[in-house]
Nanobody, 122 residues
Framework: QEDLVESGGGLVQPGGSLRLSCVAT????????MGWFRQAPGKQREFIAA???????IYADSVKGRFTISMDNAKNTQYLQMNRLNPEDTAVYYC????????????????WGQGTQVTVSS
């Protein structure tokens, strides 16, 4: 089994919604902050959102108000609800754990999911 397992990506029309999930091992979920990065073709990896161990939510300006993190402790799962998607959201989305996700310099941790493709297109 993987440390982090992502799912939920797919093809969606502009304005639509998707919910990504990241299932973590208990040790990771209970000990580390978890969040999300994305990377589009030809683009640098971009921080999206995270939940700190103090349960603070951090969102990049590009997704604030559209994306929401939620946690299901019983399932060791973090969800990324993505609403009002636009083509600029098209990317591979990666779950991450153990990072320091605060601005001005969000930093990923050493745990990564395999990535799930999100494509927003008509």
């Amino acid at each position: 089994q993987e440390d982090l397992v992502e799912s939920g990506g797919g093809l969606v029309q502009p304005g639509g919604s998707l919910r990504l999930s990241c299932v973590a091992t208990e040790t990771i979920f209970g000990r580390y902050a978890m969040g999300w990065f994305r990377q589009a073709p030809g683009k640098q990896r971009e921080f999206i959102a995270a939940a700190t161990i103090s349960n603070e939510r951090i969102y990049a300006d590009s997704v604030k108000g559209r994306f929401t993190i939620s946690m299901d402790n019983a399932k060791n799962t973090q969800y990324l609800q993505m609403n009002r998607l636009n083509p600029e959201d098209t990317a591979v989305y990666y779950c991450n754990a153990g990072g320091s996700y605060y601005y001005p310099t969000p930093r990923p941790g050493g745990y990564w999911g395999q990535g799930t493709q999100v494509t927003v297109s008509s």
